[in-house]
């Protein structure tokens, strides 16, 4: 299997298997996830290295701050998340969002977000059977949306090659590197 298209993996602390499997995607970028504000910044610092020595892209969730500090690739923008960052330089940054449906979609798009997950693509614990939106429903819903469109949720081996009949610029994973891989995607 052989994963050409832009990922995007949500990240918040390093590990070996981790590591390794990172290295399998030719064109991954990392969402560097908020973690507990009593840990120090160590562990942030290490991905932020990890990232830079590695030429990988990486985004901070919800923290503009910690963008700017890092020289970072950009933001994501969570679906709690309702500031206004359009007037951000936009060559500066770059915005990704995260939407459920048409209404978030569109406060996205007013944010400024060039590419906007769209999620539950397939089934994963976190949501109901019913809230999942599968691909009749996830192509219907982004149609006539004007940005880069990028399927998140319940992306495992066995539905990756669904993602071609998709609407989706890219792929994002939360937990696809859980346990250690017995697969190449190369």
Known sequence: MNIRIK????IDKLNENLL???????????ILK???KNKSYIELEKLVLFCKKNQIEF???DNIQLVTKYKAKGIFLSTINVKAYKHI?????SIIGQAHNQLEYFRKESQGCKTIMLSPLFWNAKYKPNKILGIIKFNLISLNWRCNICGLGGINLNNLNK???TKSHSIAFKGFFKKKPTYNLM
Do not use: G, M, Q, V
Request: a positive charge; glycine letters at 0%; charged letters at 20%.
């Open 7 to 10: 990922s995007y993996l949500f």
């Open 20 to 30: 390794n499997n990172i290295k399998i995607f030719n064109n991954i970028s990392l």
């Open 34 to 36: 908020p973690f507990d």
């Open 59 to 61: 985004y901070f969730y």
């Open 89 to 93: 330089n936009e060559k500066r940054f």
């Open 163 to 165: 993602i071609k009949i």
